[in-house]
């Protein structure tokens, strides 16, 4: 009996140690905020991990932006740190600035994030904007290697977030969702960015007591919306020359025109001097000279058509994709000019001049 109870006490002993061993090991956990004031300085406000961080104006409702218009989001952050007076719920002021780094999750592809509407996804590149660095891309999932700074006695850091939707291929009108999860993370005060052995860690520090991070992270919504747009671009000043002997004039140029999502447009041309014909006028006479506008698209099928002054086309053309046609280099429409030897043969001055001024609308 008495072995029995000697290996019975052992035990006991040994459960007791295994616990008390387990209660001095340091934590691995990082004091945490859940953006209790998120607009405030952190003054009114208990725990110092609460009092610390503070992300103003994301989560709060939809975030919407407009396709061709501003594509920016503002917000600020406070990210501080208060010193202690004996206990948490003692501490007073945030006094302290923290550094923080960063990290942005959501539907992605590649290195861009993805909004979902009516015709599929539209793709975006996510920077962030702080008024002490350059802008820096955000990509999903991966914390961003600049470290961004706070500032002292819990002032917010006015920053905001810009869109940049893939152009290649204009999405059709509506509006485009997605659901972003943000994260912040305070840096540790006492690192080295030159010591290997005293790095400064920001994700993944265990200096509970000198910095935090936002749990959960935030929930930030983002509406895309797109509208039906147009845009002619790329037409340059033609400055043509009296041929000799006189024969027909002819001049042409390339420019662009884009709709959303490649939709149909007519076209109508306006001369300064016209009224029902395009018409040069005389520098310094009344004298006038007509010529004639043809307009042809050069995606299939090629369709051209012979223009009336102040009178919108019967055909129509497809828009481009591209809100500049790839950067002007697949321009998808054609303007002729051409002024008939005939009404070249008695000019009354010797320079004559006219704007065409040439308008667009989706059919």
Same mark, same amino acid.
């Given at each position: 009996?008495?072995?029995?109870?000697?290996?019975?006490?052992?035990?006991?002993?040994?459960?007791?140690?295994?616990?008390?061993?387990?209660?001095?090991?340091?934590?691995?956990?990082?004091?945490?905020?859940?953006?209790?004031?998120?607009?405030?300085?952190?003054?009114? +406000?208990? =725990?110092?991990?609460?009092? #610390?961080?503070?992300?103003? &104006?994301?989560?709060?409702?939809? %975030?919407?932006? !407009? @396709?061709?218009?501003?594509?920016?989001?503002?917000?600020?952050?406070?990210?501080?740190?208060?010193?202690?007076?004996?206990?948490?719920?003692?501490?007073?002021?945030?006094?302290?600035?923290?550094?923080?780094?960063?990290?942005?999750?959501?539907?992605?592809?590649?290195?861009?994030?993805?909004?979902?509407?009516?015709?599929?996804?539209?793709?975006?590149?996510?920077?962030?904007?702080?008024?002490?660095?350059?802008?820096?891309? +955000?990509? =999903?999932?991966?914390?961003? #290697?600049?470290?961004?700074? &706070?500032?002292?006695?819990?002032? %917010?850091?006015? !920053? @905001?977030?810009?869109?940049?939707?893939?152009?290649?291929?204009?999405?059709?009108?509506?509006?485009?969702?997605?659901?972003?999860?943000?994260?912040?993370?305070?840096?540790?005060?006492?690192?080295?960015?030159?010591?290997?052995?005293?790095?400064?860690?920001?994700?993944?520090?265990?200096?509970?007591?000198?910095?935090?991070?936002?749990?959960?992270?935030?929930?930030?919504?983002?509406?895309?919306?797109?509208?039906?747009?147009?845009?002619?671009?790329?037409?340059?000043?033609?400055?043509?020359?009296?041929?000799?002997?006189?024969?027909?004039?002819?001049?042409?140029?390339?420019?662009?025109?884009?709709?959303?999502?490649?939709?149909?447009?007519?076209?109508?041309?306006?001369?300064?001097?016209?009224?029902?014909?395009?018409?040069?006028?005389?520098?310094?006479?009344?004298?006038?000279?007509?010529?004639?506008?043809?307009?042809?698209?050069?995606?299939?099928?090629?369709?051209?058509?012979?223009?009336?002054?102040?009178?919108?086309?019967?055909?129509?053309?497809?828009?481009?994709?591209?809100?500049?046609?790839?950067?002007?280099?697949?321009?998808?429409?054609?303007?002729?000019?051409?002024?008939?030897?005939?009404?070249?043969?008695?000019?009354?001055?010797?320079?004559?001049?006219?704007?065409?001024?040439?308008?667009?609308?989706?059919?």
């Amino acid at each position: 009996m008495r072995a029995s109870n000697i290996c019975s006490l052992l035990t006991i002993c040994l459960c007791i140690l295994a616990m008390t061993v387990a209660a001095l090991m340091p934590s691995a956990a990082s004091a945490q905020s859940s953006n209790q004031d998120p607009c405030g300085d952190g003054s009114g +406000i208990m =725990p110092v991990a609460e009092k #610390s961080l503070g992300v103003c &104006g994301l989560d709060d409702t939809e %975030q919407a932006v !407009v @396709y061709d218009g501003d594509l920016a989001i503002p917000f600020s952050i406070r990210s501080c740190w208060a010193d202690w007076e004996g206990n948490e719920w003692s501490t007073a002021y945030c006094s302290q600035s923290r550094d923080y780094t960063m990290e942005v999750t959501g539907p992605a592809q590649g290195q861009k994030f993805l909004l979902s509407g009516p015709s599929g996804n539209v793709a975006v590149t996510l920077k962030f904007h702080h008024p002490s660095t350059t802008a820096t891309t +955000i990509t =999903p999932g991966q914390v961003t #290697s600049t470290r961004f700074r &706070g500032a002292a006695n819990g002032q %917010q850091t006015p !920053v @905001y977030f810009s869109l940049s939707p893939d152009t290649t291929v204009a999405p059709a009108p509506g509006i485009y969702r997605g659901t972003l999860q943000f994260y912040l993370y305070q840096c540790n005060p006492w690192g080295d960015p030159n010591n290997p052995y005293n790095p400064i860690i920001c994700k993944g520090s265990t200096a509970s007591d000198n910095r935090t991070e936002l749990n959960p992270p935030l929930s930030v919504d983002i509406a895309l919306v797109v509208g039906s747009s147009i845009r002619i671009s790329g037409l340059e000043d033609m400055v043509l020359q009296m041929p000799n002997p006189l024969v027909d004039i002819t001049a042409q140029q390339h420019f662009c025109v884009y709709t959303t999502a490649s939709s149909d447009f007519s076209l109508r041309a306006d001369s300064q001097n016209g009224n029902g014909e395009f018409l040069l006028g005389g520098v310094s006479s009344s004298d006038t000279i007509a010529y004639e506008i043809n307009i042809q698209s050069e995606l299939p099928p090629k369709k051209k058509a012979k223009l009336t002054e102040g009178v919108f086309t019967r055909k129509d053309w497809k828009g481009h994709a591209s809100v500049d046609c790839s950067g002007y280099s697949d321009e998808n429409m054609l303007l002729e000019l051409t002024i008939p030897a005939a009404n070249l043969a008695n000019p009354q001055d010797y320079q004559y001049m006219d704007t065409l001024t040439l308008t667009v609308e989706m059919n």
